[in-house]
């Protein structure tokens, strides 16, 4: 079974974060976590970012988002606010 995490946050810049977001080295430590992400811009306001992300369990999201390497991933990207995470399940 797996969940589905709805993370809204501030960046400085759409551009500037999907950059980071996108790259490989980004890209290789998500796979690594088991997160299946995708980015999306919010139409009415282009500098809060949706990222949609898929996996086992709230701990993998969780761990993630407090290693070291990912706080400064989120910083280099422009991220100005921490996010807010709805976990979603299927029913």
């Avoid at 501030?10 to 796979?31: G, P, T």
């Avoid at 009415?44 to 990222?51: G, H």
């Avoid at 807010?84 to 399940?89: A, K």
């Amino acid at each position: 079974m797996s969940i589905k995490a709805l993370m809204s946050l501030e960046v400085e810049n759409f551009e500037k974060f999907f950059n980071v977001f996108s790259s490989s080295n980004a890209q290789k430590a998500r796979d690594e976590a088991g997160i299946n992400s995708k980015v999306h811009k919010n139409v009415d306001k282009p500098n809060n970012v949706i990222i949609i992300s898929e996996v086992c369990c709230k701990e993998v999201i969780t761990e993630f988002m407090t290693t070291s390497q990912q706080k400064e991933r989120m910083k280099n990207a422009g991220v100005l606010s921490p996010p807010t995470i709805t976990w979603l399940e299927s029913i």
